[in-house]
């Protein structure tokens, strides 16, 4: 089975900044893609950042200039730099991986549980 962990939410003031991490483990042959997406309350589940394996990264608009995603794959890790934060980032967020299993080689897309960011004014 393959588990995707996420860390490092919290409360911080408005302009504040928080980094998470999630590290994915388990019976894994390769990652492809990975991502951050967020979901506030009474709302769907939006994209935040992305980057696929080579490094190429995709941002919401909401948050272009203000967050960074980057992955480390040899921890088989990936993390999301929120700086310069807003009331409006409030959500859950949840990391999500494209992983292909070592036993069968099939690529399936896992999620972690999610973690709290909480931002207030």
């Known amino acids: 089975q393959v588990q995707l962990v996420e860390s490092g939410g919290g409360l911080v003031q408005a302009g504040g900044s928080l980094r998470l991490s999630c590290v994915v483990s388990?019976?894994?042959?390769?990652?492809?893609?990975m991502g951050w997406y967020r979901q506030a309350p009474g709302k769907q589940r939006e994209l935040v950042a992305t980057?696929?394996?080579?490094?190429?990264?995709n941002y919401a608009d909401s948050v272009k200039g203000r967050f960074t995603v980057s992955r480390d794959n040899v921890k088989k890790a990936v993390y999301l730099q929120m700086n310069s934060l807003k009331p409006e980032d409030t959500a859950v967020y949840y990391c999500n991986a494209d992983v292909r299993v070592a036993t069968t080689h099939i690529l399936n897309n896992y999620w972690g549980q999610g973690t709290q960011v909480t931002v207030s004014s």
């Open positions: 980057i696929t394996s080579g490094g190429s990264t």
């Open positions: 388990g019976n894994i042959f390769s990652i492809n893609a």
